[in-house]
């Protein structure tokens, strides 16, 4: 059973353009969500992270909006670059619990020159 | 400051071999998380350990896979009589004690099973 799910396998988005990547949830315990980006044959680094607390988190080019009714996040990336070609993943834990992470299947954002 | 070290970054193994991964996480952190990626799948936590101690081995198969977190040393990750079906990316990741959200990942350990 997927909880978290990333239906765009890809996307595609001019330099300078705003990138969307979206993620469900459906685990209704989650109240934590971060987004990680993964360069090939590395590990995924850490991009921002949102509390169910807040609806908006901002740090940069990197917005993201949770809408907890919808169960829905998503990650906005303007102006997107080409070196923000990467697979990004959405992941959500249980503050307090044990502290795992659940991931999505990840999104392969290409950015065009 | 380094990162979250794992070794070694590739790992070939014949089927019914053992396969031993480690991982030395940030200064500072005391908590290990073990993760695997499938091709094209994303990351599936396996295990949650502290010095010592197991926390959450929810996510570790039942059999062949044991973990460990020693007073002293890296983590450890072993695979007995590896089989095809454990060829993947294995990685871990490192928190601080009191921000468990807050993992920030090494680079993994690939794992060839032949």
């Known amino acids: 059973d997927q909880q978290v799910k990333q239906n765009s396998p890809s996307l595609s988005v001019q330099e300078g353009r705003i990138s969307i990547l979206n993620c469900d949830y459906t685990?209704?315990?989650?109240?934590?969500f971060l987004w990680y980006k993964k360069y090939p044959a590395e590990g995924p680094t850490f991009l921002i992270s949102?509390?169910?607390?807040?609806d908006k988190n901002e740090d940069g080019r990197f917005t993201v909006f949770l809408n907890k009714s919808a169960k829905h996040l998503s990650l906005h990336i303007v102006p997107s670059q080409p070196g923000d070609s990467a697979v990004y993943f959405c992941?959500?834990?249980?503050?307090?619990?044990?502290?795992?992470?659940?991931f999505g299947k990840g999104t392969k954002l290409t950015v065009n020159p | 400051n380094a990162g979250v070290m794992q070794n070694p970054r590739h790992l070939v193994r014949r089927r019914g071999q053992e396969a031993r991964l480690r991982c030395s996480p940030m200064?500072?952190?005391?908590?290990v998380y073990w993760y695997r990626q499938l091709p094209e799948e994303g990351l599936k936590f396996m295990v949650y350990?502290?010095?010592?101690?197991?926390?959450?081995e929810s996510g570790m198969p039942k059999e062949r896979f044991s973990a460990e977190f020693p007073k002293e040393g890296p983590s450890i990750l072993r695979i007995q009589q590896v089989v095809r079906g454990d060829s993947a990316a294995y990685f871990c990741?490192?928190?601080?004690?009191?921000?468990?959200?807050?993992?920030?990942f090494g680079p993994g350990t690939r794992l060839t099973v032949l």
């Open positions: 685990n209704s315990m989650f109240d934590y």
């Open positions: 949102i509390s169910s607390i807040k």
């Open positions: 350990l502290q010095k010592e101690n197991i926390i959450d």
């Open positions: 990741a490192s928190s601080p004690p009191d921000r468990g959200n807050e993992q920030f």
């Open positions: 200064k500072g952190h005391s908590h």
């Open positions: 992941a959500a834990s249980v503050e307090g619990g044990s502290e795992k992470l659940v």
